[in-house]
């Protein structure tokens, strides 16, 4: 049976679901019925069950095709007109794949995969809903698709959670052999497989994220460090000169920082730090860089909206100023700064310009130590 050619078996699949779409059942849309049924008890690990279908961050996703991939196998190799994948949540069991159905979901209640779950370690079989009392009052038996045979295989986490499952459907009561009940299980495993790869992936991608994110981050302050300021920086760099916008560069050094750390401890130098990194950013707009050098060193990056260097550093100081009256700290913040201007026609680099500002700094703080403050 599985030793035909690939094209021989799409060509069968293909005739198969041509057959299923011309008698109706692929066109099936469900609604909740008046009619009363016992439901399935609930497993005893419902909570823990509920949390395991949640991790893996696959409910009401778009169709992808390896499913779809196994859904059409599971009903050419049992040649059924219905088989899916699908997901038991709180309250209705949601496909993942189809083959014969367009509902993507149907509430939990008329879920005969509801009752395959309660064993996540067996098949189950119904030969003949319309006989099973568990079933025959069942809206999917009573009308439309009117279900008799059912065969379900749980899809078991391997944290022993039953999540959902892979089962086919007839319209006709009748029987898998063997070989067709030892397919689905092997199908069912591919399944948790495909499920487990692409949770691993995502896992992978954020953590790469995360990585990236935090090789660009101060711990102490949340800002850009090093690294992310030159490889942010020099993208803007790059588009300012593109534009033909002006930039600016300013480099900030904390005044009195060591003063602090020796007479009030580390701590409260942290504590200014943190402060200087949170009134920088909250001076300037989302779309500047800010970031922390290192030590009591900082550096922004901004483009286009200050006039001159005087604007931004009386802007500045008056924030500066506005921080030490309203905080109620054993210290005062001062900074010292230098300001680069950068133009189309300046043609500096990135590292001329940090220098630059760096040097403006240092004249800035040698002023203010000259000048007694």
């Not at 001076?283 to 260097?309: C, N």
Request: charged share 25%; proline share 3%.
């Amino acid at each position: 049976m599985f030793r035909l050619c690939r094209v021989e078996v799409r060509e069968r699949i293909l005739r198969l679901l041509q057959n299923f779409r011309s008698s109706g059942l692929c066109c099936l849309k469900f609604r909740r019925s008046s009619v009363k049924i016992r439901p399935a008890p609930l497993p005893e690990n419902e909570a823990e069950r509920l949390k395991a279908v949640e991790d893996y961050n696959i409910l009401d996703t778009l169709p992808e095709q390896g499913f779809d991939d196994l859904a059409a196998l599971a009903a050419y190799i049992c040649s059924t007109p219905i088989a899916l994948i699908s997901l038991i949540d709180s309250d209705r069991q949601w496909f993942k794949s189809k083959v014969g159905l367009k509902a993507r979901e149907i509430p939990r209640e008329w879920a005969f995969c509801s009752h395959t779950i309660l064993q996540p370690r067996e098949i189950l079989v119904v030969t003949n809903a319309i006989k099973d009392k568990r079933f025959a009052n069942n809206p999917l038996v009573k009308n439309n698709p009117k279900i008799r045979f059912y065969a379900g295989v749980p899809l078991v986490t391997a944290n022993g959670f039953p999540i959902g499952t892979l089962c086919v459907i007839d319209i006709i009561p009748r029987q898998l052999s063997d070989q067709q009940l030892d397919a689905l299980h092997r199908l069912s495993r591919q399944t948790i497989a495909q499920m487990e790869l692409i949770q691993e992936i995502r896992n992978r991608k954020q953590a790469e994220i995360q990585g990236r994110q935090l090789s660009l981050t101060d711990e102490l302050t949340g800002l850009h460090n090093r690294r992310g300021f030159f490889l942010l920086a020099e993208q803007q760099l790059k588009i300012a000169y593109r534009m033909k916008l002006l930039c600016w560069v300013i480099f900030i050094d904390l005044d009195g920082l060591k003063q602090i750390n020796d007479s009030l401890g580390h701590d409260m130098g942290d504590a200014l730090i943190v402060d200087a990194g949170r009134l920088l950013k909250q001076s300037f707009r989302k779309s500047d860089i800010v970031a922390r050098l290192g030590g009591d060193e900082f550096i922004v990056f901004i483009s286009s909206y200050f006039k001159d260097a005087e604007n931004i550093q009386a802007h500045l100081q008056t924030n500066i100023a506005n921080f030490n009256q309203q905080q109620n700290c054993s210290y005062q913040l001062s900074m010292s700064m230098g300001i680069q201007r950068c133009s189309a026609d300046s043609n500096m680099s990135l590292e001329q310009l940090v220098a630059r500002s760096d040097e403006l700094m240092y004249a800035h703080k040698r002023l203010k130590r000259q000048s007694g403050f």
